[in-house]
Nanobody, 125 residues
Framework: QVRLVESGGGLVQPGGPLRLSCAASGSIFSINGRAWYRQAPGTQRELVAAITSGGSTSYADSVKGRFTITRDNAKNTVYLQMNSLKAEDTAVYYC???????????????????WGQGTQVTISS
C-alpha cells in the first residue's frame, strides 16, 4: 500500500504565495518522476509542473516564472511553491508519483502512477 498525502492548500489573496507539499509513504522501493496537476471546475486535469528523479523540471506555460517544483528524496516529498497567485490558479491540486513498490520490484513489474487525494487552492480577495 502506497499513499500520497497533499497539504498546504487554502484561500489566498491574489498576488500571494502558497506552498503545497505531498508526502509519499508505504511500501516504496523507488520513486521516479513527481508532478503536480490541477483541475478547475468544468475543465480537464492539467499538468502544472514535473520533476524527474535527477531534478530536471518542466512547467506549464501559465505558471512559468511563478511556480517552483522541488523534491526531497530523503523524505519522499515533493513541493510546489506558488508565487504571484492569480484567480485562474484556483483549482484542486493533485500530486502524482511514478513509483515502484517493493511488491512490484519483487515480482519484476513496472512502476505505476499513484495519485494524492487533492487539495483545494482558492485565490480570491
Amino acid at each position: 500500500q502506497v499513499r500520497l498525502v497533499e497539504s498546504g492548500g487554502g484561500l489566498v489573496q491574489p498576488g500571494g504565495p502558497l506552498r503545497l507539499s505531498c508526502a509519499a509513504s508505504g511500501s516504496i522501493f523507488s520513486i521516479n518522476g513527481r508532478a503536480w496537476y490541477r483541475q478547475a471546475p468544468g475543465t480537464q486535469r492539467e499538468l502544472v509542473a514535473a520533476i524527474t528523479s535527477g531534478g530536471s523540471t518542466s512547467y506549464a506555460d501559465s505558471v512559468k516564472g511563478r511556480f517552483t517544483i522541488t523534491r526531497d528524496n530523503a523524505k519522499n516529498t515533493v513541493y510546489l511553491q506558488m508565487n504571484s497567485l492569480k484567480a485562474e490558479d484556483t483549482a484542486v491540486y493533485y500530486c502524482n508519483a511514478n513509483l515502484l513498490t517493493t511488491g512490484n520490484w519483487h515480482y519484476n513489474r513496472p512502476p505505476t502512477d499513484c495519485w494524492g487525494q487533492g487539495t483545494q487552492v482558492t485565490i480570491s480577495s
